[in-house]
Structure formats: C-alpha cells, structure tokens
C-alpha cells in the first residue's frame, strides 16, 4: 500500500483553493482600486512635502523628502487620470513601490518620532492589500512589508542615535494587526450580504448598489451603460436528469468561465436560479453585442444554451426601467428559439 503522507491530496488542495476564493475580499471594480491606489499615493506625496513646509526634526533628509513627494504626487495624478485602463495586475507592483518608499522614508527617520511617524505609513499597504488584492498576493505584499519594517526595526534599535526601543515597533505592530483584523471581518460581513454563496459573484442587493451607482442622481447615465440579462436555457431539466448538485456545479464553472471572457470594468451578478446579470459600462452597443455573444457561445462548451436580453441606458433611466427593457428583450430571444441575442427597441 502506497503512502500519501507528506503530500497533499487533490481533495485537500481544492478545498484549499475554494476556502481562498471565498475569504476574498469585496470585489470592487478596477476604477476604485485604482482610485484608493492614487488617493495613498497623493496624499502620501503631499504629506512629505508639507513636513518640509512645517518645522520638523533636523534629523531628516529634505532631499530626500523633496525627491520622493513629488514623484509620489505625479504619480497619484497619473493613476487617478488613468483609473479606467490601469490593470489588476499592475496594483500588486505599485503597493510593493509604496512598500519601499516607506521603507526608505523610515529608514531614514533619523529620530524616534521621525521614523515612528513614517512607519504608520505600513498601515496602508496593509489596508489597501485586504482591501483589493485576493488572499495569496495580500498575503505576499504584506509578508513583504513586514519583513522590511522588521529589518529594518532591528538596524534602528541598534542605532543609539534613533533612540528606538522595542515598545515602538510592538505598538505599531499591534494596531496594524487589529486594523487588518477588522478589515477582514468588515470584508467577510460585506460578502455575506452582496456575494452570492454559489457562483461567488454578485446578488441582487450587490447588483442593485451598481446600478444605482451606474446611474446618476438624475437618471442620465455618466457613461454608456448596457445591461445583459442572460437565462440559461433548460436549467430546470439539468436539475431534473442529473440533480441538483449537477446543476450547482454547472453555475458555478459557468460563471467562473463568464468572469473570464469579460472586461475588468464588467459586472457580472446573479439574480437568482439560473438567472443573470452583465453590466457592461463605457460599452457602444456593438462593442456590448460581441462581450454578450462571446458569453453566450461560453455555454456551449458546457453543453447548454443561453439565452440574453440586452438594453442600453437612456436618459430618465431608473434600475428597474433598465433591467425591464432588457426582461422583455430576453423574451424575446426566447420567442425566438433561444440560445440568441436580442436587443431592446431604443
């Protein structure tokens, strides 16, 4: 008899795996990371160059102040300019930049309240990693800032001239840990009431707040907005022939490959059963027609259909004015044999 031990089984890793996707962070869309990106970069900037404005300890480098604050402030300008085109994977690399400013900037304190100032600056990096990125890369960014702030601690505590004792750094240890210890809960608390616990992706109440967002106090959209309601077709005879767990297993791979075929700025959402939501933002009608018609030929690797109702906001549109255009193009598409687009009457 051959041993496993030592090793992990395909079922324990999967498990793995699922516990990590569901203890992810809120899913905020890439223009407000992005945003939270620019606003720890801005005021970082500003911060350094306002200490040089002020009096402040003699100990510090006003070079070195200057010649980051300012890069730091351009740079908060550019990605905030650039919100809707940065992509996810370019945040992990601009926190990891912000990691070593700080760094740097608590290295070079030059004093206890110099480098204490500085170092609450890892607080950030810490809100923004659980905030934003999913489990495995926050773990990284923030193991990576620790092991700095740490190194770098035990170079300052040696240094007479700091004056550092052991209490700084476990002050600051200890209120980072239960700020990011609140984040999670507060993140975990937000998933259970706008994640569905199925596809992991959106509900109704999380759907709701988008539109809502989508759409400006008067009605008038602040960008091109389509709106996709897809059904499944024949879910109910999945359910029936091969049972219910074969038909939760199908949403779930179907969603997943749904995410990945769209945009980033996309949201994707469940109203329930085997109905869903797509908001498209920034989308013309045709650019809209090729996401919606890639999503529909994903159903036929699955070996279902989908049928998809599609509407563009108008001006004087509400949530449900929107979503009921697009109710009755889905109609629609059913009308007419399903497993087909079919657009709202503008």
Same mark, same amino acid.
């Given at each position: 008899? #051959?041993?496993?031990?030592? #090793?992990?089984?395909?079922?324990? !890793?999967?498990?793995?795996?699922?516990?990590?996707?569901?203890?992810? +962070?809120?899913?905020?869309? %890439?223009?407000?990371?992005?945003?939270?990106?620019?606003?720890?970069?801005?005021?970082?900037?500003?911060?350094?160059?306002?200490?040089?404005?002020?009096?402040? +300890?003699?100990?510090?480098?006003?070079?070195?102040?200057?010649?980051?604050?300012?890069?730091?402030?351009?740079?908060?300008?550019?990605? *905030?300019?650039?919100?809707?085109?940065?992509?996810?994977? @370019?945040? +992990?690399?601009?926190?990891?930049?912000?990691? !070593?400013?700080?760094?740097? *900037?608590? @290295?070079?304190?030059?004093?206890?309240?110099?480098?204490?100032?500085?170092?609450?600056?890892?607080?950030?990096?810490?809100?923004?990693?659980? *905030?934003?990125?999913?489990?495995?890369?926050?773990?990284?960014?923030?193991?990576?800032?620790?092991?700095?702030? *740490?190194?770098?601690? !035990?170079?300052?505590?040696?240094?007479?001239?700091?004056?550092?004792?052991?209490?700084?750094?476990?002050?600051?240890?200890?209120?980072?840990?239960?700020?990011?210890? !609140?984040?999670?809960?507060?993140?975990?608390?937000?998933?259970?009431?706008?994640?569905?616990?199925?596809?992991?992706?959106?509900?109704?109440?999380?759907?709701?707040?988008?539109?809502?967002?989508?759409?400006?106090?008067?009605?008038?959209?602040?960008?091109?907005?389509?709106?996709?309601?897809?059904?499944?077709?024949?879910?109910?005879?999945?359910?029936?022939?091969?049972?219910?767990?074969?038909?939760?297993?199908?949403?779930?791979?179907?969603?997943?490959?749904?995410?990945?075929?769209? %945009?980033?700025?996309?949201?994707?959402? %469940?109203?329930?059963?085997?109905?869903?939501?797509?908001?498209?933002?920034?989308?013309?009608?045709?650019? @809209?027609?090729?996401?919606?018609?890639?999503?529909? #030929?994903?159903?036929?690797?699955?070996?279902?259909?989908?049928?998809?109702?599609?509407?563009?906001?108008?001006?004087?549109?509400?949530?449900?004015?929107?979503?009921?255009?697009?109710?009755?193009?889905?109609?629609?598409?059913?009308?007419?044999? %399903?497993?087909?687009? @079919?657009?709202?009457?503008?």
């Amino acid at each position: 008899m #051959s041993s496993t031990r030592g #090793s992990a089984s395909p079922g324990s !890793v999967a498990s793995f795996l699922k516990w990590m996707q569901r203890t992810r +962070p809120f899913p905020y869309s %890439r223009e407000v990371s992005a945003a939270a990106m620019a606003l720890f970069y801005l005021v970082g900037g500003v911060t350094m160059l306002l200490v040089l404005l002020f009096p402040h +300890p003699p100990t510090l480098n006003n070079a070195l102040l200057a010649g980051l604050g300012v890069p730091l402030v351009l740079a908060g300008i550019t990605i *905030l300019l650039l919100r809707h085109r940065i992509p996810a994977a @370019a945040q +992990p690399w601009l926190l990891a930049t912000g990691t !070593v400013v700080v760094t740097i *900037l608590t @290295a070079t304190g030059g004093s206890t309240s110099g480098v204490v100032s500085f170092s609450f600056f890892y607080l950030w990096i810490v809100i923004y990693a659980l *905030l934003f990125l999913n489990p495995l890369v926050a773990a990284l960014q923030i193991g990576f800032a620790a092991v700095t702030y *740490l190194g770098v601690t !035990v170079l300052l505590v040696r240094d007479e001239a700091t004056h550092l004792t052991v209490f700084e750094p476990i002050a600051l240890i200890t209120v980072i840990s239960t700020t990011g210890g !609140v984040i999670m809960w507060l993140s975990q608390a937000r998933e259970q009431s706008e994640i569905d616990p199925l596809t992991l992706i959106i509900n109704r109440r999380g759907l709701d707040r988008i539109l809502h967002a989508a759409l400006s106090g008067d009605g008038t959209p602040r960008r091109s907005l389509v709106a996709g309601l897809i059904d499944v077709d024949h879910f109910k005879e999945v359910n029936d022939l091969q049972g219910h767990a074969a038909g939760d297993q199908l949403l779930e791979e179907l969603t997943s490959k749904w995410q990945q075929a769209l %945009r980033a700025e996309d949201t994707l959402g %469940r109203l329930g059963g085997d109905e869903f939501v797509v908001l498209l933002p920034g989308c013309a009608p045709a650019d @809209a027609d090729l996401i919606l018609e890639r999503l529909r #030929s994903v159903a036929l690797q699955f070996k279902v259909s989908c049928s998809v109702g599609a509407a563009l906001a108008e001006p004087g549109d509400s949530a449900s004015m929107l979503l009921g255009r697009a109710d009755t193009a889905l109609y629609q598409a059913k009308n007419l044999g %399903r497993n087909q687009v @079919a657009w709202a009457a503008s």
